[in-house]
């Protein structure tokens, strides 16, 4: 891998920002809005890139994109840019990759799959490869491909190992019924 002057790695650390803001977009129900007004901060271990028409840029080893409560990680992220350079594409993949966020009633929200693939142009997030998604106290669902649209919030699934999508829906919890009330006893009889 070539080392690039301070300004190309400077315009990569803001592509790469802007290619996680297409993840936060992937979950627009579950995510805390919020979030996308936070600051985002990458790590990995190399950078091979920049923010120019028609290209990809990537990122290996370790690979860690964070932003308000979103923590997306996995071993690579590409992240494509169309002829405009805006990002169309990222793609995260690792052993599992791994997605995680508050929704707006700060309930965890998390997913994982050998692949995590957001199509930006078209709003669709698609995790592949042993796919899970999980929020907690409401519910999960498994499948080899689970598909999710943040316009309309619709997902789908599909799977080959068994030939079914598993999924877990948790009955909202019931407020705890009022204590009754004490039962006076009463006065003993002679006594006012």
């Known amino acids: 891998m070539m080392s690039m002057p301070p300004s190309r790695r400077a315009s990569a650390r803001f592509a790469l920002a802007v290619a996680a803001l297409g993840l936060l977009a992937a979950q627009p129900a579950l995510a805390k809005k919020s979030d ?8 990995a ?3 091979d890139g920049f ?3 028609n290209s990809v840029s990537t990122l ?3 690979v860690v994109i964070s932003q308000g409560t979103l923590k ?3 071993g690579q992220a590409k992240v494509y840019f169309d002829a405009d350079s805006q990002i169309s594409r990222v793609v995260i993949t690792g052993s599992p ?3 995680e966020q508050l929704d707006e009633n700060d309930n965890l929200v998390f997913g994982d799959a050998a692949t995590l693939d957001y199509d930006n142009l078209k709003g669709i997030a698609v995790l592949s490869g042993n796919a899970s998604i999980t929020q ?3 519910g999960d669902a498994h499948g080899d491909k689970l598909t999710y649209n943040t316009e309309t919030s619709e997902m789908t699934g599909e799977s080959a190992g068994d030939g079914l999508v598993h999924m877990t829906f948790k009955p909202k919890p019931q407020p705890a019924a009022a204590p009754a009330p004490a039962k006076s006893s009463p006065a003993p009889q002679g006594q006012p």
Do not use: D, V
């Open 36 to 43: 996308r007004q936070q600051e985002m901060h990458i790590a």
């Open 45 to 47: 271990k190399n950078f």
């Open 51 to 53: 923010q120019k028409p």
């Open 60 to 62: 290996t080893g370790n």
């Open 72 to 74: 997306a990680s996995g």
């Open 97 to 99: 990759a791994h997605l």
């Open 136 to 138: 907690k106290g409401r």
